[in-house]
């Protein structure tokens, strides 16, 4: 392979064969499971780099159902995105992340940053109950539950908050396992059509585990949740801020 070939064709690994394709990653009967608790902020403190700065002491826990995605197949993922602010505009920081497929684990790491680990996630219904679960291994780790379609919210209401940005450290070793890249990456998502929107009663237990330490942010009070229905496109990223430039 000439070095002018792999230049202009290389964009992922491995070259010949790469796990996922060129975006955009479209995204067809997208649903989420939204659960929003109150935990400690001295906890949140520790996980949220700079410079965002955390309004209220809260976190959204997600259960995803991805039946249809772009490149990236059929898959579910859970997780934990913390309210943040950056330079006064409201968003999301994206701080752990767990799904079944290789695709998106690969592409979400190496294109946005996103703190994807393997791990085999869950959303149901069961009878009344929409049902959320997270297992690695053997290990039930999160566990969210909200009443099915309980009452209806307000659709514009709903549709203007995916226009909210949000942010993830990016971090990518050099071959002496120092950071190459430490970045703070922003992405929007895109072309959003709201199918459904419902809020409903919800409970929601996190329990320990070494390498998924979801309860690190431990539930204190459950503040609300939502179940949606949508299509969209994510957005690719842009760097906010680089950690490894000196400052001036």
């Known amino acids: 392979m000439k070095m002018s070939d792999l230049v202009t064709t290389a964009f992922a ?34 996980v949220v780099p700079e410079p965002l700065e955390i309004p209220e002491p809260l976190v959204k826990y997600e259960f995803i159902r991805m039946p249809d995605s772009t490149g990236f197949g059929d898959y579910t993922e859970s997780g934990q995105i913390i309210p943040v602010t950056l330079d006064g505009v409201a968003g999301g920081y994206i701080h752990s992340m767990f799904l079944n497929d290789d695709a998106p684990i690969a592409g979400g790491r190496e294109i946005w940053g996103f703190p994807k680990k393997f791990a085999d996630p869950s959303l149901r219904v069961e009878k009344d109950t929409l049902v959320g679960t997270l297992d690695v291994g053997s290990v039930q780790v999160a566990t969210g539950t909200m009443g099915y379609k309980h009452h209806k919210l307000d659709h514009d209401k709903v549709l203007k908050g995916f226009e909210a ?84």
Request: aromatic share 8%.
């Open 165 to 248: 940005p949000n942010f993830m450290l990016k971090v990518i070793p050099h071959v002496d396992c120092t950071p190459r890249i430490c970045e703070l990456v922003r992405y929007y998502t895109t072309d959003v059509t709201l199918m459904g929107e419902w809020e409903g009663p919800a409970g929601l237990e996190l329990h320990q585990h070494a390498l998924a330490p979801v309860s690190d942010l431990p539930v204190r009070e459950v503040v609300s949740a939502v179940h949606l229905m949508t299509d969209l496109t994510l957005g690719l990223g842009e760097v906010v801020h680089d950690y490894l430039q000196p400052k001036g």
């Open 13 to 46: 690994m491995p070259v010949t064969s790469p796990s996922y394709p060129k975006g955009p990653y479209r995204f067809v009967n997208r649903e989420f499971l939204t659960i929003i608790y109150r935990t400690d902020m001295e906890a949140l403190r520790l």
